[in-house]
Nanobody, 124 residues
Framework: HVQLVESGGGSAQAGGSLRLSCAIS????????MGWFRQVPGKEREGVAA???????SYADSVKGRFTISKDNAKNTLYLQMNSLKPEDTAMYYC???????????????????WGQGTQVTVS
């Protein structure tokens, strides 16, 4: 049974920081691409960052230089360190996992197989 559980969301001032965590169970990391997405009401889900099984990372232009994705294999946890937050970063944030057989752009949310329930981030 695959389970992804996000935590660490909340409120922050512009210029502040938050770290999101995603506890992963039921899947191994072999070949999986792990991603963070965000969504605001009325808009399509947007890719924020992804980390592949070889450790390579990808970021949306809007967060490059401010956000860092990482994973701790020993703890089965995915992280998103968010610095220099902006009001436009306000959204529901989701972690997701994509099976090795699913290719395509990392930012295409429809290619991901497993999702967490989301954690709200509000920046004012």
């Amino acid at each position: 049974h695959v389970q992804l559980v996000e935590s660490g969301g909340g409120s922050a001032q512009a210029g502040g920081s938050l770290r999101l965590s995603c506890a992963i169970s039921g899947i191994g990391y072999d070949g999986y691409c792990m991603g963070w997405f965000r969504q605001v009401p009325g808009k399509e889900r947007e890719g924020v960052a992804a980390i592949d099984s070889d450790g390579s990372t990808s970021y949306a232009d809007s967060v490059k230089g401010r956000f860092t994705i990482s994973k701790d294999n020993a703890k089965n946890t995915l992280y998103l360190q968010m610095n220099s937050l902006k009001p436009e970063d306000t959204a529901m944030y989701y972690c997701a996992a994509r099976r090795p057989a699913n290719g395509g752009p990392w930012s295409l949310w429809t290619r991901y197989d497993y999702w967490g329930q989301g954690t709200q981030v509000t920046v004012s």
